[in-house]
T-cell receptor, first 113, second 117 residues
Framework: GQQLNQSPQSMFIQEGEDVSMNCTSS?????WLWYKQDPGEGPVLLIA?????ELTSNGRLTAQFGITRKDSFLNISASIPSDVGIYFC?????????????FGQGTELSVKP | DAGVIQSPRHEVTEMGQEVTLRCKPI?????LFWYRQTMMRGLELLIY????????DSGMPEDRFSAKMPNASFSTLKIQPSEPRDSAVYFC???????????????FGPGTRLTVL
């Protein structure tokens, strides 16, 4: 089946630094989504992307839908301690029967004050 | 507005016991999803419903797992009998048709952490 390769698996950064993570696939997707999961909680939707090339921001977060439709990246600018958590990408394959998503393995972000 | 509600938040049981996890989706959402999350396998889709009807249960591990959605505001995931390898966090999520014509924006509940001893 389709799989998403998310990288890096983990990041340790200093507060104030910018962060970049990405997801790639061998197959195309119609939608890319980015979620954040805090410890002990469920994933929370950050950004949804629907068109190849689309660039969308949500505060300090910016995500892009790759033009090949096989990748997406998420950038976090000027990181702060509350950015700590696990970030997941998710993709909706073509003809995905109403909302069925494939999730990446996650990028665990640690921010040192 | 209330988000997706799951209960219990934590469940500890012994091998062989029946476990029932509960979910109340966001009002007005047409789709409901059950996921399992483990360190080894990440987030796995178990089953999902559209308008209370199961659409795809190919992710259900085996016959010990069953899910129902008797109405638009309630779903259950049952494991009978439970085994230690079922220990995981189980999430329920729901989605609705957005203005962009998509059901892909799923909203997750806080999860149920299940431990089977």
């Amino acid at each position: 089946g389709q799989q998403l390769n998310q990288s890096p698996q983990s990041m340790f950064i200093q507060e104030g630094e910018d962060v970049s993570m990405n997801c790639t696939s061998s197959s195309i997707f119609n939608t890319w989504l980015w979620y954040k999961q805090d410890p002990g909680e469920g994933p929370v939707l950050l950004i949804a992307l629907y068109k190849a090339g689309e660039l969308t921001s949500n505060g300090r977060l910016t995500a892009q839908f790759g033009i090949t439709r096989k990748d997406s990246f998420l950038n976090i600018s000027a990181s702060i301690p509350s950015d700590v958590g696990i970030y997941f990408c998710a993709g909706a394959p073509p003809y995905n029967q109403g909302g069925k998503l494939i999730f990446g393995q996650g990028t665990e972000l640690s921010v040192k004050p | 507005d209330a988000g997706v509600i799951q209960s219990p938040r934590h469940e500890v049981t012994e091998m062989g016991q029946e476990v029932t996890l509960r979910c109340k989706p966001i009002s007005g959402h047409d789709y409901l999803f059950w996921y399992r999350q483990t360190m080894m396998r990440g987030l796995e889709l178990l089953i999902y419903f559209n308008n209370n009807v199961p659409i795809d249960d190919s992710g259900m591990p085996e016959d010990r797992f069953s899910a129902k959605m008797p109405n638009a505001s309630f779903s259950t995931l049952k494991i009978q009998p439970s085994e230690p390898r079922d220990s995981a966090v189980y999430f329920c999520a729901s989605s609705f048709l957005t203005f962009r014509g998509s059901y892909n924006e799923q909203f997750f509940g806080p999860g149920t952490r299940l431990t089977v001893l």
